[in-house]
């Protein structure tokens, strides 16, 4: 805050210069390597059975059972929100918002 009171001094340099910046954009491009490397392994991957190394044969693909997974973990996300959207209309909450209760509030 200081620094904005001085002319020709630029906080965000300042900013980029700290040692704690320093550590955040290198533990980021760490984690963007491991990104890349995970994503050429994922890649190279051709079934999906080999890599847990399960021989069984099922009834059922695994490829469809992980994207059924997916969709319905994603279907429930959306119908939790729109749970919470009700919960948290004026005429729903506001007989619970007393003096003294505490809240849990979620950004987001």
């Keep these: 805050i200081n ?3 001085l002319e020709g001094a ?16 290198k533990a980021a491009l760490e984690v963007q390597d491991q990104k890349k490397d995970l994503e050429i392994e994922l890649s190279n991957v051709e079934d999906l059975q080999m890599v847990v190394k399960d021989n069984k044969k099922y ?3 695994i490829e469809e059972a992980i994207a059924d997974y997916y969709y319905i973990t994603k279907e429930l996300e959306k119908k939790k929100e729109e749970l919470r959207q009700i ?10 918002l007393n003096p003294g209760r505490l809240v849990y509030m979620k950004d987001g």
């Design 59 to 61: 009834s059922y693909s």
């Design 10 to 25: 630029n906080p965000d340099y300042m900013i980029q210069r700290s040692f704690h910046q320093f550590q955040k954009d």
């Design 87 to 96: 919960i948290i209309l004026p005429e729903n909450i506001a007989q619970f």
């Design 3 to 5: 620094l904005l009171r």
